[in-house]
């Protein structure tokens, strides 16, 4: 009885505009925050719930199923894209995404594949612009998270994701492995694309893709973007936004999709040891004055590597309210007296107790200090040694 063409349109608008709400309203509230993140994640999953229902209704030829046999390429695409955002909804919590996920949406994808579906063109809905084939969305999903999104805020993923779904044109899906691909995946297998360092294990379902297309078309929206100083009409990223906030954005994507991975800069050493952390600036001069900080403002986390420029470390979710890519951090290896300061530039969450957190370390002789603007006496930290004709970095 379900009338499924119109399931999700009527809300369909209510939940892009609190999506939108909930990544550019300032100083939003944590409960907020988590009830809009339950509501627009709800939604998404709920419509993926219907659309497994009617492909499940017409594998079982249960009654009403040769009804759906004509809509089955719009009914597969609209569950790939419900799963695309419900992904994209978990990233904005950064995950876990468990296993169970590529195995069912490449499952979709073999069915329409396996009924020559996958390539049919079709409209995802009424008015909803250009067209699109089931392997697109798919193909939209991997490529989203090949893109490294826990390396990117909640607002930096969303931009991302609208820079992927105008470039898909330039991205194919094929069996063939090429000099060009860079990553591949398997259907029928619980894994998330990964990159092309050696040839994997030849199935029939194996996949490929490569980005050189996509990269030619990046590189000539981000010039544009830096000589207009303005975003082109010709791209919806889902809002008005600075090009400051865009440009970096772009920048990541290129990285992520060049036919050579980004190298680290310092070799990673794998370590086992505590490290007290305090978060936020006013914490930081706190304890650079040796001034007494709330006593529960510290926390103790477990440094899982090291390098010259930053470290891993596994983190307990309880209580992290503040933490995200980009927070600032004071850290203090065990036994040590001396601080260091930190980014989150990382952020992978295991489960809902715990997360794997990257950090570069951006100064490691830190100085609480008061400095002078023409008479006003502003607190800040140095964050390397003082020198004669040298800039320096102040927070």
């Known amino acids: 009885k379900l009338d499924w063409k119109n399931a999700d349109l009527e809300l369909l608008p209510q939940t892009r505009r609190l999506g939108r709400d909930y990544l550019t309203t300032p100083r939003l509230s944590r409960v907020q925050e988590l009830n809009w993140w339950r509501v627009s994640r709800g939604y998404w999953g709920g419509l993926v719930t219907v659309y497994e229902d009617l492909l499940r209704r017409h594998r079982g030829q249960e009654k009403g199923a040769d009804a759906l046999k004509p809509n089955l390429p719009t009914i597969s695409a609209r569950l790939l894209h419900a799963y695309g955002n419900r992904l994209k909804w978990d990233q ?155 440009l970096p954005v772009l920048e990541h994507l290129a990285a992520c999709w060049a036919p050579k991975p980004p190298m680290r800069h310092h070799a990673r050493h794998q370590v086992k040891s505590r490290l007290a952390v305090v978060p936020g600036l006013p914490a930081i001069m706190l304890n650079l004055a040796g001034r007494s900080p709330e006593p529960d403002n510290t926390e103790a986390w477990v440094v899982d590597d090291v390098s010259q420029g930053g470290m891993g470390a596994t983190v307990p979710m309880v209580g992290k309210d503040w ?13 040590g007296r001396n601080w260091l300061i930190g980014l989150v530039r990382r952020l992978a969450r295991e489960s809902e107790t715990s997360c794997t957190v990257g950090l570069e370390t951006i100064s490691k002789s830190p100085r609480a200090i008061v400095a002078d603007g023409g008479g006003l006496q502003t607190e800040a930290v140095l964050l390397e040694p003082l020198a004669a004709d040298q800039d320096v970095r102040l927070l």
Do not use: C
């Not at 579906?117 to 090949?146: C, D, I, M, N």
């Not at 899906?173 to 894994?191: G, I, R, T």
């Not at 933490?323 to 036994?335: E, T």
């Open 92 to 246: 904005f919590r950064y995950g876990p995404i468990e296993p169970t996920f590529w195995a069912a949406i490449g499952d979709v994808y073999l069915a329409a594949l396996q009924a020559k579906q996958a390539q049919k063109p079709l409209h995802l809905y009424p008015g909803s612009g250009g067209e699109t084939t089931v392997e697109r969305e798919y193909l939209k999903t991997l490529l989203f998270h090949a893109s490294s999104m826990d390396n990117l805020s909640p607002l930096e993923i969303e931009i991302a994701e609208r820079v992927i779904a105008h470039l898909m044109p330039a991205f194919t899906l094929v069996a063939e492995s090429a000099p060009d691909n860079v990553y591949w995946v398997d259907p029928a297998k619980p894994l998330p694309p990964t990159r092309l360092a050696r040839l994997p294990e030849v199935t029939a379902t194996l996949r490929f893709f490569a980005t050189r297309n996509a990269l030619t078309s990046l590189a000539s929206l981000q010039r544009s973007v830096e000589v207009s100083g303005a975003l082109p009409a010709a791209v919806n990223f889902g809002g008005q936004y600075s090009p400051r906030v865009v």
């Open 323 to 335: 933490l995200r890519v980009g927070a600032l951090v004071g850290l203090q290896p065990d036994g």
